[in-house]
């Protein structure tokens, strides 16, 4: 167990070698799991609705269930992009 340990922080001191050798001052995960959540959404609540992923994006962080997921409430952030983009649509459908 012990070389397990050893060999990931390894790993993980490599990755940040690396990072700041590129000009990366640390490694977020959070911020890039939401940015490509939020995009995962945006896109099949586009094809749910036949519009544009431009109009996608704006409804989406105009939205409720934008405001939802980022505050974080309700783990909103732990439902699938299917259930996500289908709270879009009704939300969508609301607003029409």
Known sequence: MRSRICKSASAQRRHWGFCALKGVNRYERKPDFASKKYSRIIECFAKQRGISLDVALDFFYHSEVYQLIRDGVSDM?????????????????QKE
């Not at 299917?82 to 939300?91: I, K, M, R, V, W």
């Open 77 to 93: 952030h732990c439902m699938s992009d299917a259930y996500l983009a289908e709270e879009l649509e009704q939300e969508y459908g």
